[in-house]
């Protein structure tokens, strides 16, 4: 039986508060309902909307990480260690 959808609205953290796990899992249910309901066209827009939100941040929590492993270094003992990183800052990068 599928999940009742939920509306943005309905005591659903703010998409920054979001981990990566939860917004992919947000993600895969505004698709299933999507595919298996008859939905008015707001609705459809409007879950649409929301999916795009949600991928964008799913790909931002992506390259965040991608940028942490990329900035792994060895230290003098051998062991792996990040160095500070600032997304702001293009030198970073």
């Not at 947000?26 to 949600?54: C, F, H, Q």
């Not at 942490?68 to 260690?81: F, K, M, P, S, W």
Request: proline share 6%.
């Amino acid at each position: 039986m599928a999940k009742p959808a939920r509306k943005p609205s309905e005591s659903q953290p703010a998409d920054d508060d979001l981990s990566y796990g939860e917004a992919l899992g947000r993600l895969e249910s505004i698709v299933e309902a999507m595919e298996a309901e008859d939905l008015p066209l707001e609705t459809l827009l409007s879950r649409y909307e929301e999916g795009r939100k949600l991928v964008d941040l799913c790909q931002s929590r992506l390259a965040h990480a991608e940028l942490r492993i990329q900035q792994l270094e060895r230290t003098a003992d051998g062991d792996l260690a990040t160095k500070p990183v600032s997304l702001d800052d293009p030198a970073d990068a």
